[in-house]
Every structure is written in C-alpha cells, then in structure tokens.
C-alpha cells in the first residue's frame, strides 16, 4: 500500500467553481501534512500547511482527519492561475525534510 | 525561505556513465535532501545528506549507485552512477528550513539514452 493515495484526477472546471481534492495515508504515526503545488514542468511548491484544525489561507481550505487518516483540499471561486498538479505530502517522522508525496491530482481550470 | 540553486538543470547522458549534481543553499542548514521524480511519477525520497556523516538513504536506493556528498552546511552534490534510460528523471534537492517543510531547488532534468 503507498504511503499517500490521492485522487487520481484529472479535474476539469469552469472558473468560479470550486473543487475539492482528497488524500489518504497509511502510517498513523505521521506528524505533518502539506499541500504542495506544482506547476507544468517547475519544482513543486509548497501552499499550505495542514492542521488538525483545519485552516484557510484565502480561496483554500484545508482539513485533516486524524481518526480516518484523510486530508482535504477545497478551493473555492477557482482561477485559471489555480491550473496546477496539488500534491498530498505527509511528513516522515520529526525532520520536516522527510516527505512522502502522493502522485498528485491534476486541475485544469478553463474560462 | 532559502534560495536553493542547482546545476546543472538538464542534461542528456549516454548509459554507463554518471552524472554529478550540485546544490548550493544561501543558508546554513543541518539537513539536505536528495528526490526523484520519474516521468508522470510524484517525488520520492533518495536520501538524507547530513554534514559531517554519511548519508541515510531510504529503502530502494544504494550508495554505489547514489552517492552523495555533504562537504559543509550550504553544500551537497548527488552523483547518479553507471546510468541506464530509468534513471531518466528530475532530480531535486531540498532542505529543512526552520521548522518549515522542504523548499525545493529548481531540479536537474536528466535524460539517459
């Protein structure tokens, strides 16, 4: 089993709508989770953070399911600029460097 | 943030040989890491470059094949060795920041034929 399952995609919107990917992972001891975005042929970068929380940063929302091992990622009012590959990223351990990545979920945001 | 650089950003190589790769870091850090990512793959872990120490690799990676070198805090170089067409990849480099998670270097776009 992969240490991050993500949607497979693609996603194909309208601008305006919103979308919202999901991502599970298998190791409960896990401490730190990321979205990560990563544009056509670029080093993938990082666009938030995830907290039991949850939190928002503007248009995203993220969420984190300790119980069901499940994170989320909403984008609300997408822009044509939202077109990227979003990448699930679980931490390994305590050094934040150690990253497990799912293979990523396209969206194609079109006018 | 740290500003990672990389070098080279792409090259094609012929099998059988290696290539080194560089990363250099604007900043002091304890610790570098070494990804891949194949063709319409995500990014998966080499290693763990540490100064001063050698290497952790992750399950899957080999230091003959992959060895790595941690000189000082800002630098570290990957060599990809004796290289066959599925070591074609992006090889990325990336650092703990601060307590933020991993920066990445622009990568280096290898293609072996």
């Known amino acids: 089993r992969k240490e991050v399952e993500q949607d497979p995609g693609p996603f194909n919107v309208p601008e305006g709508a919103t979308v919202a990917f999901n991502c599970t992972y298998s190791?409960?001891?896990?401490?730190?989770f990321f979205w990560y975005r990563q544009d056509c042929r670029k080093e993938p970068k990082l666009l938030m953070s995830?907290?039991?929380s949850g939190n928002e940063d503007g248009r995203f929302t993220a969420q984190l399911n300790r119980a069901s091992q499940y994170i989320s990622l909403l984008i609300r009012d997408s822009k044509l600029s939202d077109s990227a590959t979003y990448l699930c990223v679980v931490g390994r351990g305590s050094t934040l460097g150690r990253l497990y990545f799912g293979r990523g979920t396209q969206l194609t945001v079109w006018p | 943030s740290a500003v990672i650089s990389q070098k080279p950003s792409r090259d094609i190589c012929q099998r059988g040989t290696s290539l080194t790769i560089q990363c250099q870091v604007d900043?002091?850090?304890?610790?570098m890491f070494w990804y891949r990512q194949q063709p319409g793959q995500s990014l998966t872990l080499i290693a763990t470059a540490n100064q001063g120490s050698e290497a952790t690799y992750e399950s899957g990676f080999v230091i003959d094949k992959f060895p790595i070198s941690r000189p000082n805090l800002t630098f570290s170089t990957l060599t990809v060795s004796n290289m066959s067409p599925e070591d074609s990849s992006i090889y990325l480099c990336?650092?703990?920041?601060?307590?933020?998670?991993?920066?990445f270097g622009s990568g280096t776009r290898l293609t072996v034929v």
């Open positions: 990336s650092v703990e920041d601060r307590a933020k998670p991993a920066p």
């Open positions: 995830v907290y039991s």
């Open positions: 190791n409960s001891a896990s401490q730190s």
């Open positions: 900043s002091q850090v304890t610790m």
